[in-house]
């Protein structure tokens, strides 16, 4: 299957700071997504890209296509403790979806 | 609640029986995706299903693993003679036109 890597594998950070991470493939994708998991609970949906080069932000949360296709990152700016959780990137070809590996954030109060 | 409805939540069964898990789709939605996620990693593809077909089962297990949406009532991923192997949290999406998938809540199997 596709294979999609997600970076940084963990983050630790302070209150206040800013997050980036991103998700990086050798395919083309038509759709990239970001979802935020809690421990024992599904995937929340962050935010939808649906064309190359295409810039969303979602209040603290901003989120990129990639011009190729084939990566996407996830700024948040101004960390809260209640950011917390794990982050994945899903891509999607061919109504088939792929999910990264997830970013662990800690955000130290 | 209009979200995607996952029952049970936990599921204990000893091994060689079958364990059948439920999702009901947000209101409107009539794509319906089953994903795996074993304990610290991202999600696996199952299947994909609309009302009454399969679409894409390329990530299901060519044995013990089926699933179903019948045109009444939610889509069902079963699975017979479980193996300990198949302990994971499995989770629903459901999606209507667009490609934004909405997540369920979960059932956590354990097989001991």
């Known amino acids: 299957g596709q294979q999609l890597n997600q970076s940084p594998q963990s983050m630790f950070i302070q209150e206040g700071e800013d997050v980036s991470m991103n998700c990086t493939s050798s395919?083309?994708?038509?759709?990239w997504l970001w979802y935020k998991q809690d421990p024992g609970e599904g995937p929340v949906l962050l935010i939808a890209?649906?064309?190359?080069?295409e810039l969303t932000s979602n209040g603290r949360l901003t989120a990129q296509f990639g011009i190729t296709r084939k990566d996407s990152f996830l700024n948040i700016s101004a960390s809260i403790p209640s950011d917390v959780g794990i982050y994945f990137c899903?891509?999607?070809?061919?109504?088939?979806?792929?999910f990264g590996t997830g970013t662990s954030l800690t955000v130290i109060p | 609640n209009a979200g995607v409805m996952q029952n049970p939540r936990h599921l204990v069964r000893r091994r060689g029986q079958e364990a059948r898990l439920r999702c009901s789709p947000m209101?409107?939605?009539?794509?319906v995706y089953w994903y795996r996620q074993l304990p610290e990693e991202g999600l696996k593809f199952m299947v994909y299903?609309?009302?009454?077909?399969?679409?894409?089962e390329s990530g299901m297990p060519k044995e013990r693993f089926s699933a179903e949406f019948p045109k009444e009532g939610p889509s069902i991923l079963r699975i017979q003679q479980v193996v300990r192997g198949d302990s994971a949290a499995y989770f629903c999406?459901?999606?209507?036109?667009?490609?934004?998938?909405?997540f369920g809540p979960g059932t956590r199997l354990t097989v001991t």
């Open positions: 209101k409107g939605h009539s794509h």
């Open positions: 395919s083309i994708f038509n759709t």
């Open positions: 299903l609309q009302k009454e077909n399969i679409i894409d």
């Open positions: 999406a459901s999606s209507g036109q667009g490609y934004e998938q909405y």
């Open positions: 890209l649906y064309k190359a080069g």
């Open positions: 899903a891509g999607e070809t061919g109504n088939q979806f792929y």
